[in-house]
């Protein structure tokens, strides 16, 4: 399973990377299953901008659909982990949602133009229009809806993506990954497992926080990215009388890295950062303190009376709940005076 | 013919060059957008006309398939996006045209287009998704493959054009004899 999780983190890591160069290459480039949604070209919006839309004057959808884009909108503020920018319903928008016969191109259900960080557009075909692939029906213009429609929240929220930048996630050929985004190439119709998912999906978050940054020093990074970190260690003394007291600062930071867009050198706090040692000469490490998150960002502390020779590294293992690797410090060392007070130990050492 | 192809190309120039966003939706002065603390303003007044075709150059090209010597076919145009704007469509059932088993196809884009990578997947006609479909050929340039074995299959070829002008997927349906 771990052995999987990290071939997983391996291919995500250099997924990422080509999914970053796509993104400053230009608009879309098919990329390899599970990693982040590709990027779309274009400019991004302002960081936590707030983008108002309202319906198109003449072609405002139904009442029912006009709820259900309401809560993508809400949802993707509720669930974007990122500074993407929000949306929200103004009757002065200016960024005109729109419903009806117009085309989304011959087969389309739903269409979006973006021109960030101007603004952007939407439009959602008619209920009931008839394509050669058949009948579109949304599902909430049915107060029981039939298998076969289309979630509008859904949809919206896909084409939200759209507009914050997201290309279409490119799924394993299984689909099985399937609900690791809502942006997808072919949306899927109730009853269909992620047919109404009504939050951005871990690689559509990836791609949010590669390109708007996350919202905080101490916010998790999405599951789908493989984000390199570097620890630094650093102590008040490198060489203490017995008992003497030594000051440990570590800092935990992405690795610098144009990849990784916004997140490049973004300082990593509220993390579990642990400082081993090892005697001098030896091989094995052990845990000897946790590290307390201090100012600036980023930073973990430790103060501790030293009564013996050692080296010490600061590590942040790799978590299971989000997109980080690991790492440890380059080891340094302390070296501890000999006891000249009694009571002094029969042997040196804490 | 020619005058109409000139006229397409520079089109092209044009959106390449500016990224004009128009598309699916109304070429309109650009929408407001707010900054986080700031009050909203009035735009300016929305057409209600809805969005015009993206059958022009709002649009990826024409995809077309065509067996050595045989009648070429234009596939049904389905998800794409391209430039600013983008369409959301289900799996298609793809435009009709027989072939002969292992036949070599080919396909070029119409009028113009260049494709940095491509990938032909199948499924029996009838799928209603792409859950079972299964990749038969990829490739980089000029899309070229093998027609799959005797029956009836949708053909799903997606293309990503070169220079992140965008990633489109068409259809087929092919009748294998």
């Given at each position: 399973?771990?052995?999987?999780?990290?071939?997983?983190?391996?291919?995500?890591?250099?997924?990422?990377?080509?999914?970053?160069?796509?993104?400053?290459?230009?608009?879309?480039?098919?990329?390899?299953?599970?990693?982040?949604?590709?990027?779309?070209?274009?400019?991004?919006?302002?960081?936590?901008?707030?983008?108002?839309?309202?319906?198109?004057?003449?072609?405002?959808?139904?009442?029912?659909?006009?709820?259900?884009?309401?809560?993508?909108?809400?949802?993707?503020?509720?669930?974007?982990?990122?500074?993407?920018?929000?949306?929200?319903?103004?009757?002065?928008?200016?960024?005109?949602?729109?419903?009806?016969?117009?085309?989304?191109?011959?087969?389309?259900?739903?269409?979006?133009?973006?021109?960030?960080?101007?603004?952007?557009?939407?439009?959602?075909?008619?209920?009931?229009?008839?394509?050669?692939?058949?009948?579109?029906?949304?599902?909430?213009?049915?107060?029981?809806?039939?298998?076969?429609?289309?979630?509008?929240?859904?949809?919206?929220?896909?084409?939200?993506?759209?507009?914050?930048?997201?290309?279409?996630?490119?799924?394993?050929?299984?689909?099985?990954?399937?609900?690791?985004?809502?942006?997808?190439?072919?949306?899927?119709?109730?009853?269909?497992?992620?047919?109404?998912?009504?939050?951005?999906?871990?690689?559509?978050?990836?791609?949010?926080?590669?390109?708007?940054?996350?919202?905080?020093?101490?916010?998790?990074?999405?599951?789908?990215?493989?984000?390199?970190?570097?620890?630094?260690?650093?102590?008040?003394?490198?060489?203490?009388?017995?008992?003497?007291?030594?000051?440990?600062?570590?800092?935990?930071?992405?690795?610098?890295?144009?990849?990784?867009?916004?997140?490049?050198?973004?300082?990593?706090?509220?993390?579990?950062?642990?400082?081993?040692?090892?005697?001098?000469?030896?091989?094995?490490?052990?845990?000897?303190?946790t590290m307390t998150a201090t100012s600036p960002t980023g930073s973990y502390v430790v103060s501790a009376r030293l009564y013996s020779s050692a080296e010490f590294r600061a590590v942040f293992s790799t978590p299971t709940n989000e997109g980080l690797r690991g790492d440890g410090s380059p080891a340094v060392a302390v070296t501890v005076g000999s006891c000249t007070t009694a009571p002094c130990p029969l042997s040196t050492g804490r | 013919m020619p005058a109409r192809s000139a006229a397409r190309r520079t089109v092209i120039a044009v959106v390449?060059?500016?990224?004009?966003?128009?598309?699916?939706?109304?070429?309109?002065?650009?929408?407001?957008?707010?900054?986080?603390?700031?009050?909203?303003?009035?735009?300016?007044?929305?057409?209600?006309?809805?969005?015009?075709?993206?059958?022009?150059?709002?649009?990826?090209?024409?995809?077309?398939?065509?067996?050595?010597?045989?009648?070429?076919?234009?596939?049904?145009?389905?998800?794409?996006?391209?430039?600013?704007?983008?369409?959301?469509?289900?799996?298609?059932?793809?435009?009709?045209?027989?072939?002969?088993?292992?036949?070599?196809?080919?396909?070029?884009?119409?009028?113009?287009?260049?494709?940095?990578?491509?990938?032909?997947?199948?499924?029996?006609?009838?799928?209603?998704?792409?859950?079972?479909?299964?990749?038969?050929?990829?490739?980089?340039?000029?899309?070229?493959?093998?027609?799959?074995?005797?029956?009836?299959?949708?053909?799903?070829?997606?293309?990503?054009?070169?220079?992140?002008?965008?990633?489109?997927?068409?259809?087929?349906?092919?009748?294998?004899?």
């Amino acid at each position: 399973m771990i052995t999987q999780r990290r071939r997983h983190r391996r291919a995500a890591s250099l997924l990422l990377i080509a999914a970053v160069m796509a993104a400053l290459a230009g608009p879309t480039t098919r990329i390899a299953a599970h990693s982040p949604d590709p990027a779309l070209g274009g400019d991004t919006f302002a960081q936590d901008g707030r983008l108002l839309y309202d319906w198109r004057s003449g072609a405002a959808p139904p009442a029912a659909m006009r709820t259900a884009i309401n809560a993508a909108a809400a949802d993707v503020g509720e669930s974007r982990a990122s500074r993407a920018a929000t949306f929200a319903y103004d009757s002065n928008g200016g960024n005109p949602i729109g419903y009806g016969t117009g085309t989304c191109g011959v087969n389309g259900l739903a269409c979006f133009t973006r021109d960030a960080p101007n603004g952007f557009t939407m439009w959602f075909r008619e209920q009931g229009r008839v394509f050669d692939w058949g009948t579109l029906k949304w599902c909430q213009m049915y107060t029981d809806p039939p298998n076969g429609c289309y979630d509008v929240e859904t949809i919206a929220l896909d084409e939200l993506g759209h507009v914050e930048g997201l290309g279409h996630h490119v799924n394993y050929s299984d689909d099985s990954d399937y609900t690791d985004a809502v942006v997808q190439t072919y949306s899927r119709t109730k009853p269909k497992e992620g047919y109404n998912m009504h939050v951005l999906g871990v690689c559509d978050i990836a791609q949010l926080q590669i390109r708007y940054d996350i919202p905080g020093a101490s916010s998790k990074y999405s599951t789908c990215l493989d984000v390199a970190t570097v620890m630094t260690l650093s102590r008040s003394a490198a060489s203490v009388v017995y008992g003497g007291n030594v000051t440990f600062t570590a800092t935990l930071r992405v690795v610098t890295d144009t990849a990784y867009g916004r997140l490049s050198d973004n300082p990593v706090s509220g993390r579990a950062v642990r400082l081993q040692r090892r005697p001098p000469g030896t091989t094995t490490w052990t845990n000897f303190a946790t590290m307390t998150a201090t100012s600036p960002t980023g930073s973990y502390v430790v103060s501790a009376r030293l009564y013996s020779s050692a080296e010490f590294r600061a590590v942040f293992s790799t978590p299971t709940n989000e997109g980080l690797r690991g790492d440890g410090s380059p080891a340094v060392a302390v070296t501890v005076g000999s006891c000249t007070t009694a009571p002094c130990p029969l042997s040196t050492g804490r | 013919m020619p005058a109409r192809s000139a006229a397409r190309r520079t089109v092209i120039a044009v959106v390449a060059a500016t990224i004009v966003v128009v598309g699916c939706g109304p070429a309109v002065t650009p929408p407001s957008v707010t900054p986080p603390s700031a009050t909203s303003s009035a735009p300016p007044a929305t057409p209600s006309q809805p969005p015009p075709s993206v059958a022009g150059r709002d649009a990826p090209p024409d995809a077309v398939l065509a067996a050595e010597g045989g009648d070429a076919v234009t596939g049904q145009l389905g998800t794409y996006t391209w430039f600013g704007t983008g369409s959301d469509s289900p799996w298609l059932t793809g435009a009709p045209l027989t072939v002969g088993s292992g036949e070599p196809l080919s396909l070029t884009v119409v009028p113009d287009g260049r494709i940095a990578t491509w990938e032909v997947r199948d499924v029996p006609a009838g799928a209603g998704g792409p859950e079972e479909a299964r990749t038969i050929a990829k490739g980089t340039g000029a899309p070229a493959f093998e027609a799959p074995g005797p029956g009836t299959w949708t053909v799903e070829i997606t293309l990503d054009f070169a220079g992140g002008a965008g990633q489109a997927s068409y259809f087929w349906r092919l009748k294998v004899e």
